[in-house]
């Protein structure tokens, strides 16, 4: 969480230098996460698919406005000259533009008219660090092209080109709207995984916390809070992106995928609830915490009371018989020395015997 924490502060820091400039500049304000651009291009239709690694923007121009579907997909948005290109060449809007570089976006939807755009974000789980990593990315959706941008190469699309490959797949026999959706379907599965893993967090910490607590727990269970709010903050409003796609009219969205949106938002809907019925649970478990730590030191002051109570009146024998007066007719008694014990140790085990009696032992 440290890193991430820091890959903020470097993320407000350069977007502080932004202040001042045109609404359209590029500028981007995130951290070069790739050492090169990486570009990867399909382009299909029911009868063939092409699939390709080009090297530069350029390659793509003569795919542009040919029958069928193109998906053009960029991994790495530190090059700005690559970006500005890919809109002019798909004429993606500047504003557009301006929140694909600005990777601190809010899941949202626009509509440009001759195009629309969305921003989520992908979200995965790292095994070894055990948090979540995510990442923006950005659809740009024209009539038979698709464009999507990401910040480093290596996503959650996979399955989606596996049934592109496939010759019977009915992404194929679709237009460019469902493929937007195959991959925003593709992101919100990929958080049932994610919540899965912090289900699986929750359980070891749970275990953990009954069996033995230490400060090494609760540390843990603040890291897995601050994980569930980092996954709250990219699913709700994508509820809301999702919402708005659905109830948008445009040309670029045919009436057939009407029902396949509105089962991608009742998945963000059941995302939601799943997230807050983890938190609800973190939030019992801290508490259990608390009490726990709280039981064990009652447990420990009443041990020390009840000590300390057995002590008094034998504190008070002791003293008594310890005074230096000269005529104390216990001295001169030949079994005084022993009956002070007696009368000691019975007076303590009344006392246990009461403390018993009353359960508070």
Same mark, same amino acid.
């Given at each position: 969480m440290a890193k991430r924490s820091n890959g903020k502060t470097r993320l407000m820091r350069?977007?502080?230098l932004k202040t001042g400039m045109s609404?359209?500049?590029?500028?981007?304000?995130?951290?070069?996460?790739?050492e090169g651009v990486?570009?990867? #291009?399909?382009h299909y239709n029911r009868d063939s698919m092409r699939e390709a690694v080009p090297r530069t923007v350029e390659e793509c121009a003569s795919l542009v406005g040919q029958p069928g579907v193109t998906w053009f997909d960029i991994d790495a948005l530190h090059d700005v000259q690559t970006i500005e290109k890919?809109?002019?060449?798909?004429?993606?809007h500047p504003l557009a533009l301006e929140d694909v570089l600005n990777t601190n976006q809010r899941p949202k939807f626009e509509d440009y008219g001759q195009h629309l755009f969305l921003v989520l974000r992908m979200l995965q789980w790292d095994v070894a660090a055990g948090v979540v990593r995510g990442e923006q990315v950005s659809l740009a959706l024209g009539k038979n092209w698709l464009v999507s941008f990401q910040e480093t190469p290596g996503?959650?699309?996979?399955?989606?080109?596996?049934?592109?490959?496939?010759?019977?797949?009915?992404?194929?026999?679709?237009?460019?709207?469902? #493929?937007?959706?195959?991959?925003?379907?593709?992101?919100v599965d990929n958080y049932f995984v994610v919540l899965e893993r912090v289900g699986e967090q929750l359980e070891q910490l749970e275990e953990e916390l009954l069996a033995n607590p230490s400060e090494k727990t609760v540390h843990a269970l603040h890291r897995l809070k601050r994980e569930l709010i980092y996954i709250r903050r990219a699913v709700w409003p994508l509820r809301e992106a999702v919402a708005a796609l659905d109830r948008r009219e445009s040309p670029l969205l045919t009436p057939q995928l009407q029902p396949y949106l509105r089962d991608l938002h009742d998945h963000t809907v059941q995302i939601i609830d799943t997230v807050e019925t983890c938190r609800d649970m973190l939030s019992g478990m801290l508490d259990l915490y608390v009490s726990t730590v709280s039981n064990?030191?009652?447990?420990?002051?009443k041990v020390l009371t009840i000590i300390a109570t057995i002590f008094i009146p034998l504190t008070f024998l002791a003293g008594v018989y310890g005074m230096n007066f000269k005529h104390m007719p216990e001295l001169e008694w030949p079994l005084a020395y022993p009956a002070l014990w007696a009368v000691m140790i019975g007076t303590a085990l009344g006392m246990l015997y009461y403390f018993r009696k009353?359960?508070?032992l």
């Open positions: 350069r977007t502080r609404p359209e500049t590029l500028v981007h304000t995130g951290e070069q996460r790739a990486r570009l990867g #291009l399909f890919v809109g002019k060449l798909f004429g993606v996503d959650v699309f996979d399955p989606v080109r596996h049934r592109l490959r496939a010759e019977n797949g009915r992404i194929r026999q679709m237009g460019t709207d469902f #493929l937007a959706f195959s991959l925003l379907d593709a992101v064990r030191m009652n447990e420990v002051m009353k359960k508070w």
